[in-house]
């Protein structure tokens, strides 16, 4: 069997959907399971009204647009009577009673999860209005997690088991699920972590040992940077699951970061195709060697630098560290790139407000705390001479930090 997954881009809008809808058409002769993401920027949308919602603000008119988007898109190819139309209204008709005293972390996932909950709705809808024979799942009862919402962590024992059970229904139907959304023993909905529905495919290809996974995106590949950002970026045919790893641990976007393990421990190859133009070859992430990769470039925005001096005139020894790595560690902060001097340690993280203040209030109990903020951390992975030289001399770099193999520069924006 094979997983296919689907994301914003992909049904962004009633053309988007179609265009889904021809390719799973196209390979739903052999068992195939589909993972689809929220619409286009559902959950950013979404993600606003749980903002309201925690400042007691009216949220009313934000939720009405979403609903309204989507019954336009289900309208456009299903028509004005389809009973798909209530169930969209009905769904998110439900968020304003989640609010019922959860934490916020916890209400963020009751919220946003309806953004897949819908989109899978109406791709189930569609598919049948096609005559797909199709059965859609809630990822729900399958994906098993902790209670650590925004970023739940798989139960896999429990998950395995649950997913295994749909070997059988593979054999009839493509079966058709959420992705990014996941249950804890409490009943409560969790997810995964943002952009988390290329994880959820891994998840599922590992449990039933697909043949292969493929994620259809609005690009040609994996590229050797954002071409948003760099238009002459190219596309890798080929990579290792070790590259793929590390390149979206720098924060290549393209694959979310948690997707590569659990394929590449049952060497399941992960392709990464374009759902404009299926016809091209795509990625083909596997076990594989490819010698002189070209550079790989990774911008990562949103960080914040912090600086962390000693206070007398001692230098920066092991216990200081340990108090500084025990504060990141007890706010559950990733270090994306570190430097030591003799009086003081520097670190760059991303710079999410609700994390960084509590940080930094911590750590001035010991340290005269520096932060910067609006940083970008640039890593060109497998650099060569001219590259090394272009983004060492950007202006305004604030850190820099090289391997044998990789680059890093923290710049002002
Ligand atoms: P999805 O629709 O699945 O959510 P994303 O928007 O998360 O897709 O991922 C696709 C986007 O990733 C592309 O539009 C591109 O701008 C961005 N991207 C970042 N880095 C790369 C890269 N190295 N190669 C290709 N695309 C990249
Ligand atoms: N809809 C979720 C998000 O936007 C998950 C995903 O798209 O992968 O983060
Ligand atoms: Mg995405």
Request: with cysteine.
């Amino acid at each position: 069997m094979k997983v296919f997954k689907f994301g914003g881009a992909a049904l962004k809008d009633a053309a988007g959907l179609i265009n889904t809808a021809g390719i799973i058409r196209a390979h739903h002769q052999e068992p195939l399971l589909v993972v689809v993401s929220a619409m286009g920027n559902t959950t950013n949308a979404l993600e606003e009204v749980v903002q309201l919602m925690l400042r007691n603000e009216p949220f009313s008119k934000p939720l009405d647009e979403i609903t309204a988007y989507h019954r336009a898109i289900a309208e456009t190819v299903l028509g004005r009577e389809h009973q798909v139309l209530e169930k969209i209204s009905g769904l998110f008709g439900e968020i304003p009673s989640c609010y019922n005293g959860h934490d916020p972390d916890a209400l963020y996932d009751q919220v946003v999860s309806y953004g897949e909950r819908v989109s899978s709705e109406i791709v189930g809808a569609y598919l049948t209005r096609l005559g797909l024979p199709c059965r859609l799942i809630d990822a729900r009862d399958y994906i098993i997690t902790d209670t650590c919402y925004r970023e739940g962590k798989v139960i896999w024992p429990e998950t395995e088991g649950r997913i295994r059970a749909l070997a059988s229904v593979l054999n009839h139907h493509v079966v058709l699920t959420q992705g990014f959304i996941g249950c804890a023993a409490n009943g409560l909905t969790t997810t995964l972590g943002r952009e988390g529905s290329d994880y959820t495919a891994a998840i599922f290809a590992s449990c039933l040992q697909a043949q292969s996974v493929t994620i259809w995106k609005d690009v040609p590949g994996v590229m050797s940077a954002d071409p948003r950002r760099i238009p002459n970026a190219v596309v890798f045919p080929e990579l290792p699951y070790k590259e793929a790893a590390e390149m979206t641990y720098y924060g290549a976007s393209v694959i979310h970061p948690k997707t590569i393990k659990p394929l590449a421990l049952r060497n399941i190859p992960l392709y990464v195709k374009c759902f404009t133009n299926p016809g091209l070859p795509g990625t083909h992430i596997h076990d594989c060697h490819v010698a002189n990769l070209p550079p790989l470039i990774v911008f990562k925005e949103n960080q914040c630098l912090v600086s962390c001096k000693v206070v007398d005139y001692t230098f920066i020894n092991e216990d200081q560290l340990s108090i500084i790595f025990q504060a990141l560690s007890e706010l559950d902060i990733k270090i994306n790139v570190m430097q030591n001097s003799a009086i003081s340690f520097s670190f760059c993280i991303d710079f999410r407000e609700s994390k960084v203040m509590p940080l930094v209030e911590k750590l001035r109990h010991t340290f005269e705390v520096y932060y910067n903020t609006d940083l970008v951390l640039i890593t060109v992975k497998n650099y060569d001479a001219p590259t090394f030289e272009h983004y060492r001399k950007l202006p305004g770099v604030l850190l820099e930090q090289s391997s044998r193999s990789t680059l890093q520069v923290l710049i002002r924006k």
